[in-house]
């Protein structure tokens, strides 16, 4: 005949404050995308000492504000580009520093818009883009574009249509016609992911990018700033 098992002992159930019973209801856990310092378990490579004047955000999202990232990413050298595209209006075209490589297999670029560009409202329903890297000497190029109450394509601006309609630049260093692949409304901006269709190089030469406010050549034979 078995043996009957010994009874063990309820277990004492954990108890949770409640605020009815006076206690303090836990904190909801915070989304994803943000991330605290109290979040960030420090690695083994990385030193737990604080340089001096850091302050640690306690609880809060760890982010800064715009001016100061503003004027902390002047030191962010990038490449000067327009994007183009047709629309039913017609052709639109806009400066822009974050266009970006992203993948090359697939042969992908991305660039962003901000929500209050204008241009935005205009391409956010296009299936086709330019983009223009623009060289040394299309400073004026690039102020065009970037310069609102104007025709952008009226001359001095030299253009055509090309594939698929996309209004194509002239005398650019290189030429990218791209077909839209995904868009993320993603922060105050619009980032567009789109796939490479047609890559050409056009006149060599030196490039332009835009550091500390203002556009300046770089490249094997731009003048050496001091
Ligand atoms: C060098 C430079 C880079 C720029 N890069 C961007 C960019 O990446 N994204 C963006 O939305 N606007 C960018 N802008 C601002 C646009 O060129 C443009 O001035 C702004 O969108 C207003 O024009 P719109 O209303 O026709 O879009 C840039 C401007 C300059 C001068």
Redesign the pocket.
Known sequence: MPRPRPRRPPRPRPRRPSARRGGTPSPAPPEPSERTCEQHEPSHEEPRARPPGHRPHRGRPVTVDAATLRSVLRAHA?G?AVLTAPTPAGPAG??????ASLSAEPALVS????D?????A?IKDARWFGIHVLGAGQTDL??R????GTDRFAPPTRWTGGLYGVPLLEGCPARLVCSRRDVIRTGD?HLVVAAVEHAERGEPGDGLV?LSGG?HAVGPTAPARP
């Open positions: 990038s000067v806009v400066t822009i520093t974050s266009f660039f962003a818009l901000a209050s560009s204008s241009t935005w205009r690039a102020e574009f970037a310069a609102r901006h835009h556009l």
